[in-house]
């Protein structure tokens, strides 16, 4: 399969478990949103998707390769924590740019992939 596979995923915080069984699929060009209330679990799923957290049990693929052992910096996954920009001094555009900058992608590349996204989700 292409694109995102999460598999039985658990993690446990103390004695509460954060997620329990979490699995779904997600093919390559389609939108996902991962909703819930405040504690449900949605910022550790996205930590683990980019190697910022291991799960306790369970598997994430990516295009039918699991990311367990792969580090962040090697996934190619962004992040944006619940705050709603990364830089609140620079523009939509500039903070999506952000991590492709930071990865030495050329400008060309990086105003195709920003435009790209910003259209996918009305923001162009």
Known sequence: ?????????????????V????????EKGEILALLGPSGSGKTTLLEIIA????PDQGDCLWNGES?????P??????LMFQEYVLFPHKNVG?????????AGTNREITS????????????S
């Not at 694109?3 to 509460?16: N, P, T």
């Not at 190697?51 to 291991?54: I, K, R």
């Not at 910096?73 to 962004?78: A, Y």
């Not at 500039?94 to 930071?102: H, S, W, Y």
């Open 1 to 17: 399969m292409e694109g995102l596979e999460i598999q039985d995923i658990w993690k446990r915080f103390g004695e509460v478990d």
């Open 51 to 54: 190697g910022l957290a291991d």
């Open 94 to 102: 500039e903070n999506v740019a952000f991590g492709l900058k930071m």
């Open 19 to 26: 997620l329990r069984g979490v699995s779904f699929k997600q």
């Open 67 to 71: 990311l367990l052992e792969v580090p």
């Open 112 to 123: 195709t992939r920003v435009n790209e996204v910003l259209d996918l989700v009305g923001l």
């Open 73 to 78: 910096h090697l996934r190619n996954f962004g």
